[in-house]
């Protein structure tokens, strides 16, 4: 077994953990921390932004882009309006300043507790189960018979079961009636209240599984060059 770390990485590089081995990485500088904020969850379920003052400079030793896996304090969102959601205990999540039309704005099912209002111009953040989903305002008119009123629920209702959405890579689909749209991707289940669509090939360095008392997965599609492997609850791919 190789235990060591030799810290002399030159300017502008940190070593950074990457899976088990450690590697000079560059670092990004951002001025304005309130550009990258990280969401934390409440008991209430309600995101809340911590951090330093807006004059702190904070180093990210690595960023990413919306939708993918900023859980690890060295990690921050790539685009200066995008938020690192703390969904869990376990997994946050970077998400863009407005979230797609439909889209996942919270969770509230025991093991994931958080809301991240942010919809489009439109559309609500509302309660649908254990999830929250961006809805569009309603504004039926009140009918008049009863008959009347529960033939457009239940012909409302039908329409809606027979929905079908697509989502984007790094996107939610964890119901059944979401599929990925991109046709060579995958939706793979993180947990019993989670699922999210993934590309073909991952990311250099990317979430590639994990393995916690409430997530349980691998997707092993890393670059090539590189393997999925685990370093405690996490597994990433890491150069071979």
Known sequence: MNEWEYNHCPSGEACVAHGVDSRCSKVRKIRHHHHHKRAHTTDSGSGSHSGNSTDEAVIYAITVADWQ?????????????????????????????????????????????WLYDHCPTGETCEKDGPDFRCTK???????????HHEHHKHHKL????DTKTTAEDWQDCTKKSVTCKNKTSVCVKHSEYYSQCKPATLPSGDLCGQSDVVNKWKYDHCPSGESCKAKGEYSRCVKK
């Open 69 to 113: 896996d900023c859980t690890l304090e060295i990690v921050g969102c790539e685009s200066n309006t995008s938020v690192c959601v703390h969904q869990s205990e376990y997994y946050a999540q970077c998400k863009p300043a407005e979230l797609p039309s439909g889209g996942l704005c919270g969770q509230s099912d025991g093991v994931s507790e």
């Open 158 to 161: 039908s329409a809606h079961k």
């Open 137 to 147: 305002k309603s504004h039926h008119k009140h009918h008049k018979h009863h008959e």
